[in-house]
């Protein structure tokens, strides 16, 4: 019984007169969650999505970041930098 209430986090949950909307049964499943199906408060399945929603990867903007940090400036590569220094040597 420990199995049914011990949820952490609560599940969508739906009565069969309720799957009639099948517009919020959708979302869930689109959302990849997990949804009850109850008939007058007694739980008859779970509706399961085929395979989880998989979110793309938002990558951080590193040009932006280096624009906000050092504006406009043309930054000279450090080899560069060295390869002067060293021919300055001789």
């Known amino acids: 019984m420990c199995h049914i209430l011990c949820h952490i986090v609560p599940m969508p949950t739906v009565n069969l007169r309720q ?3 099948s517009r919020q ?3 869930w ?3 990849g ?3 009850i199906l109850r008939k007058r408060n007694r739980i008859l399945g779970r509706i399961i999505p085929e395979s989880p929603r998989i979110e793309p990867v938002q ?3 590193a040009a932006a970041r280096r624009r906000r ?3 406009d400036r043309v930054l000279t590569p450090v080899a560069d930098l060295l390869a002067d220094r060293e021919r300055s040597r001789y």
């Open 19 to 21: 799957l009639r909307d």
């Open 69 to 71: 940090i050092f504006g």
């Open 29 to 31: 499943l689109d959302a």
């Open 59 to 61: 990558w951080p903007d």
């Open 33 to 35: 969650e997990v949804v």
């Open 25 to 27: 049964l959708t979302e």
